[in-house]
Structure formats: structure tokens, C-alpha cells
């Protein structure tokens, strides 16, 4: 996991109102085209030098205009913009507004370059991040990270095919342009590590009366220690981890029959403990309820009789063909 941070502060770029600079430009570019002409007119005067000089004053103006239309910069809610200058980090615009900025000022954001498909080594399954950031613009926006499905580990070594779904948002754009080379990337990649790495942690269950956490039982426990971990692996990036929530989870398929064979029998085993612990009340009340009522007397080889038909009817897994004897019991 990277430690190390660059030493990028997120700072506020100079800028300026969008509509005075809107109004200013094509004042200059009047100016500009008003110079040019008098400088003709001198020309034609016969003040060639003069003239001259304005000719090339008015141009160079007409240039300048043109470059500083390219200083306008239009940003929308949940939107920011990194600028860097010649090479160097200029400031970060992140409200919303229309602003005019230095024109050799040019944007940066590794994402906007094009899509991205990561493909998963464990599976045949696909991590798609779309880059469809508007031009050189960071989003601050919460997005969502499908991170399919993938087979790791669990605790005792099982197989498990776990897919989960992050929810995350930029809150640093600075750290996200700098820190990283891509910061969607950066992000699916340790998500895939954070998940391998909570599931060896956890049984994929446990006992019914076990008080051991597990990935099928303890849902909640196990998402915020995946929100948990995930956050401070992309704390570099400037993202921020909302939250964490598992879509998928269930044994992989070369043990998934043995694993519900397995948990068959427990809860055949569970099912039995439960009958015969009923039975046995049941036995035990119905004797209780016999003798203090005087209803009939039972000698103990009778009692043992009595109490073996009473479990074989109350345990037996088909209805029981009761026999009716019509003589005396002695």
C-alpha cells in the first residue's frame, strides 16, 4: 500500500469574472481593429513609418485577442478543474461559475483520455469504468464501482466467487490528477487487493450457535471493514470511499455441491437435536400428567414401553400405523 504523498496541496487558480472578461476581449479586438485601420489611413498619408507601426500594433493586437479566447473556462455544479502552467500546478477551480483564466493554462485529467476495461485474471468477468468525464473536467459526483464477481479465499481456504459494489466520489481533484496515474484505475485495482485480502479473514460461515464472524452472517461487519481498508488504501488518490457493499457471494463451483451436501446434514443434524428435545418433553408430560392424575398405573417396564412408542411416533419421519390391542395389556 503507498504511503508516500506528494507534496501537491490543492489550492484555489487565479481567475477571473467570465462576463467582464467576455465583454473586455471583443473591446480590445475593436481597439485593436481601429489602430489597424489609422495605421492604413497613415500609410496612405504618406507617414509610412507611423503607419507602419500602428499596422503592426494593431495585428499584434488581433493576435493577442485571439489567443486570450481561449482563457474561458465554463464549469457546472459537482465539477472541477485542475490547471497546470507550462508544466507547473496553477490552482484548481471547484465552483461552479463562468471564469476567464490564463490562456496558456491547460487542464489535466487522466481519465478523459479514454475508456477504461480492466480485465479480471481470476475470472472471465470485467470491470468496465467508462471515462465520460466532460473534456479536461474532474467530477465530483458520487459514483459506482462495479466490481463483479472474483474468487478468492476465505479463511479456511475455500474457494468463493464475492463481487461487491463501491460508492465513491472525488474530494480532492488535486491529489486525483497528481498522486496517481489514474485514479479509476487506482481505485478498481485496490479494490480487487481489499477484497482478496478481508475475505482470507473470514469463514465463509459458521456454526449455527458459533459466535465466530463470518462473510454470509456478519454482512455489515464485514462491508465497513472492506470500507474501512479500501478507504485508507485510496486515501492518495483524493477519493473517498461512501461506502462498501457486497452483490455476490456464494461457494465457488468446484465445491459448491460438497459444500451443500455438508450443509444439508447440519441442518438435518440441527432439525433432530430439535425433535428429539421435544420429544423427550412431550414423554416426560405426558407421564408427569398420568400419575398425577391417577389416570392409569405404570409399572416401570411399562413406563420404558409407553416411552419408547412415544418417541418412535413423535421422531419417526413417516406417520406411524398405530396397532390396537383389544385383550388386556397384562
Keep these: 500500500m503507498l504511503k508516500e504523498e506528494m507534496n501537491y496541496e490543492e489550492k484555489e487558480a487565479k481567475s477571473f469574472n ?9 473591446l480590445f479586438l475593436v481597439i485593436s ?3 489597424m485601420s489609422f495605421g492604413i489611413i497613415q500609410m496612405g498619408n504618406g507617414f509610412d513609418g507611423l503607419g507602419s507601426f500602428l499596422l503592426i500594433l494593431g495585428i499584434l493586437g488581433m493576435v493577442v485577442n485571439f489567443i486570450l479566447l481561449f482563457g474561458f473556462k465554463i464549469l457546472n455544479p459537482k465539477e472541477a478543474i485542475v490547471l497546470v502552467l507550462f508544466g507547473n500546478y496553477y490552482g484548481t477551480i471547484k465552483k461552479e461559475g463562468f471564469y476567464w483564466v490564463n490562456p496558456f493554462c491547460s487542464a489535466v485529467n487522466p481519465t478523459s483520455s479514454s475508456a477504461i476495461n480492466i480485465s479480471k485474471s481470476s475470472s472471465a468477468d470485467k470491470t468496465d469504468i467508462s471515462a465520460n468525464t466532460s473534456g479536461k473536467k474532474v467530477s465530483l459526483k458520487a459514483m459506482t464501482l462495479n466490481n ?6 476465505d479463511q479456511l481456504g475455500n474457494p468463493i466467487i464475492i463481487g461487491v459494489v463501491v460508492i465513491w466520489k472525488v474530494v480532492d481533484a488535486t491529489k486525483a490528477v497528481f498522486n496517481v496515474d489514474n485514479y479509476k484505475t487506482f481505485l478498481s485495482i485496490q479494490c480487487d487487493s481489499t477484497i482478496r485480502n478481508v475475505a482470507r479473514l473470514y469463514p465463509y460461515d459458521v456454526a449455527e450457535d458459533g459466535d465466530e464472524k463470518s462473510l454470509r452472517g456478519s454482512s455489515q461487519e464485514i462491508a465497513d471493514k472492506l470500507k474501512e ?5 485510496v486515501d492518495i488518490s483524493g477519493i473517498e470511499v461512501t461506502e462498501v457493499r457486497i452483490t455476490h457471494l456464494s461457494y465457488a463451483p468446484e465445491i459448491a455441491a460438497a459444500m451443500l451436501q455438508r450443509q444439508q446434514a447440519e441442518a438435518i443434524i440441527a432439525a433432530r437435536k430439535k425433535i428429539v428435545e421435544g420429544a423427550v418433553s412431550m414423554v416426560e408430560m405426558a407421564l408427569t400428567n398420568l400419575s398425577e392424575n391417577n389416570i392409569v398405573t405404570l ?3 411399562r413406563k420404558a414401553a409407553m416411552v419408547s412408542n412415544l418417541l418412535v411416533v413423535l421422531c419417526g419421519n413417516k406417520d406411524a400405523q398405530p396397532i390396537v390391542n383389544s385383550g388386556s395389556i397384562y
Excluded: F, T, W, Y
Design 148 to 153: 463483479e464477481k472474483q474468487k478468492v479465499n
Design 299 to 301: 409399572d416401570e417396564e
Design 18 to 26: 467570465g462576463v467582464i472578461a467576455l465583454i473586455a476581449i471583443p
Design 33 to 35: 481593429i481601429c489602430i
Design 229 to 233: 481498508e479500501l478507504q485508507s488504501r
